[in-house]
């Protein structure tokens, strides 16, 4: 079993910065692959990153990459998203997700364990 707790959400103005992180408690952390979603009002939870359970396979969604960047740090059991150039359009509530197992995935049915979300607005 893993909970999750996201922080660092917020208010930005377009093309600042925010970095989002992930407490994990539990002991298959480590053996976890993590990823990061994120829900607009009226839209469906849209995968944004995943990293395998070593950190040495990532993933993103079209609309980020080259934006944002997932790591993690299996010593302090966190996982972060580094949101650069944000946009008005990545408004989102932001949930960190984890998987079973240690491969990265972009389907939400592929994640069993998940945060409550953390909000992030950016004004243009």
């Known amino acids: 079993q893993v909970q999750l707790v996201e922080s660092g959400g917020g208010l930005v103005q377009a093309g600042n910065s925010l970095r989002l992180s992930c407490a994990a408690s539990?002991?298959?952390?480590?053996?976890?692959?993590m990823g990061w979603f994120r829900q607009s009002p009226g839209k469906e939870r849209e995968f944004v990153a995943s990293i395998s359970w070593g950190g040495s396979s990532t993933s993103y969604a079209d609309s980020v990459k080259g934006r944002f960047t997932i790591s993690r740090d299996n010593v302090k059991n966190t996982v972060s998203l580094q949101m650069n150039g944000l946009k008005p359009e990545d408004t989102a509530v932001y949930y960190c997700?984890?998987?079973?197992?240690?491969?990265?995935?972009?389907?939400?049915?592929?994640?069993?364990?998940w945060g409550q979300g953390t909000q992030v607005t950016v004004s243009s």
């Open positions: 539990g002991r298959t952390f480590s053996s976890s692959a």
């Open positions: 997700a984890g998987r079973k197992n240690g491969i990265t995935s972009k389907w939400i049915s592929e994640y069993a364990y």
